[in-house]
């Protein structure tokens, strides 16, 4: 198919990569979004910064289920859910019990790896050249435990990783202090992965790729987009009334993109959930790489302005408030995981994964409306799979076949 007009609504990282790849095919494209890309109201500000080539296990398990109701009663386990939310979570909930069931998480997870396994190369072949470049880190990621038995408990992830050849080196206390003496004595065992990206501050990548895209003819309008209307040619219409047609539209709305789909005809199972971060600044201590606090589900990586700490889940729906507990208990994590540093705490943010009950993302079109394309989804792995999402809806926009099965991740399977 010969290439045209393509709107994107939504300027988050997926909207981004995509806008960009659709532009070097040769697309006269348009990114909306009432937001400036790089804002603090997008998830793709706050994040970990993680290019997380490991991340190949759903989010739903049959030990997480089973851990479920003592998490959620429990103040200090990183779960939370707002009570009041549950009633309009449980369309969302079903399904997300339902898809931990061994022989589904087996199937996610290969359809996960098919996504990450290049998330390093895939970033490099959309950044390299442009100013977006510069904030890609390279190293190792480290992984505490408590000890090695919470290590082995985990038989589950630890398979599944071999699997796709993802297999750590093992470290002992004396291992942990020798790469960095400040960990404190409540982590007797890690892991680590090598060959692992991190972003040294995954806003200002953003706004520099997003720069990219506008010098390279790329266009940008600020407003919202109200709903999508399928036909030979696809429309939308924004805020203010005013209706734009194109060839192909690409809905890339993060945690906001349920409603947008249904106008589109497409019923999605998607939900926010809701992850925060804290800052913390100290004279002196760098990190040597990104850590992931096994017990506590948050990320500490070292970037240009601050160690962020990063993760926790909690389901609230996308207009509640942020929370307290989650933030403090980052913060008591922090104070475990470095007794003897003292940290200035800095900003406190919270975003909206967008995730759907089977952790997979969302990626294509319908039947019926084959010229409006879907992307998003990306849960705890959206920056990761950024890149790589990019460049399959491109391949779709072209009609050309990319070269992974994407039944897995069909608008139209929930
Ligand atoms: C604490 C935390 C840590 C994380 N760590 C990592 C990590 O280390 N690695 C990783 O890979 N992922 C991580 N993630 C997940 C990742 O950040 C998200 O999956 C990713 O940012 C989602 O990107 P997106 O572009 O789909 O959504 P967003 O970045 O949220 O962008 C969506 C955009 O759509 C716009 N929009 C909304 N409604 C409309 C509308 N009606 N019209 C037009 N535009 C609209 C919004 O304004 C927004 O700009 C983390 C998330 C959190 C919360």
Redesign the pocket.
């Known amino acids: 198919m010969a290439t045209g007009i393509a709107l994107i ?7 981004v990569c995509v806008a960009e790849w659709l532009r070097r095919d040769g697309w006269s494209v348009t990114l ?4 400036q ?1 790089g804002s603090p ?12 080539r490991i ?1 190949v296990m759903p989010i739903a398990t049959q030990s997480l289920v089973r851990q479920l109701p003592s998490m959620l009663r429990d103040p200090n386990s990183p779960l939370f859910m707002r009570w009041s939310y549950l009633p309009r979570l449980l369309p969302w909930l079903v399904p997300f019990l339902r898809s931990a069931r061994a022989e589904r998480v087996e199937e996610i997870s290969a359809a996960l790896a098919a996504l990450t396994f290049d998330a390093n190369e895939q970033h490099l072949a959309l950044v390299r050249g442009t100013p977006a470049e510069a904030f890609i880190r390279k190293g190792n990621l480290v992984s505490l435990y408590r000890d090695r038995q919470a290590y082995d408990g985990d038989v589950l992830t630890s398979r599944t990783r071999e699997k796709f050849g993802l297999v750590p080196e093992l470290l002992d206390r004396k291992g942990i202090l020798d790469r960095d003496p400040s960990i404190g004595s409540a982590y007797q065992f890690a892991t680590v992965f090598d060959d692992y990206c ?1 972003l040294s501050s ?1 806003a200002a990548y953003l706004a520099a790729l997003f720069e990219h895209f506008l010098r390279n003819g790329g266009c940008f309008r600020r ?4 709903s999508l209307e399928p036909g030979t040619v696809a429309r939308l219409t924004l805020e203010d009334g005013e209706t734009l047609t194109a060839d192909t539209i690409v809905l ?5 993109s349920k409603t ?1 789909a249904r106008s589109a005809g497409v019923r999605v199972r998607l939900e926010a959930e ?4 804290v800052e913390l600044h100290s004279n002196g201590y760098r990190a040597p790489q990104p850590y992931f606090v096994m017990d506590a589900k948050f ?1 500490l ?1 070292p970037m240009d302005h601050a160690l962020r700490a ?3 889940a909690e389901f609230g729906g996308l207009d509640a408030p942020p929370s307290k507990r989650p933030v403090e208990l980052i913060k008591e994590g922090v104070r475990r995981v470095y007794p003897g540093l003292k940290f200035e705490i800095g900003q406190s943010w919270m ?4 995730t759907t009950p089977d952790s997979l993302p969302v990626i294509g079109a319908t039947e019926g409306a084959p010229n409006i394309l879907h992307a ?1 989804g ?9 890149a790589k999402v990019g460049r399959i809806v491109a391949d779709l926009a072209r009609r050309r076949r990319p070269n992974l099965d994407l039944r897995p991740y069909r608008p139209d399977r929930f």
């Open positions: 609504a939504g300027a988050g990282i997926t909207g909306i979004d009432p937001v890309p109201e997008q998830t793709s500000y706050g994040n970990a910064g993680l290019l997380s991340s991190w995954p407003s919202r987009v109200v890339a709305s993060g945690a906001w947008l809701r992850g925060y971060h990320v990586t990063a993760g926790v975003g909206n994964r967008p998003y990306g849960q705890h792995i959206g920056l990761t799979i950024g």
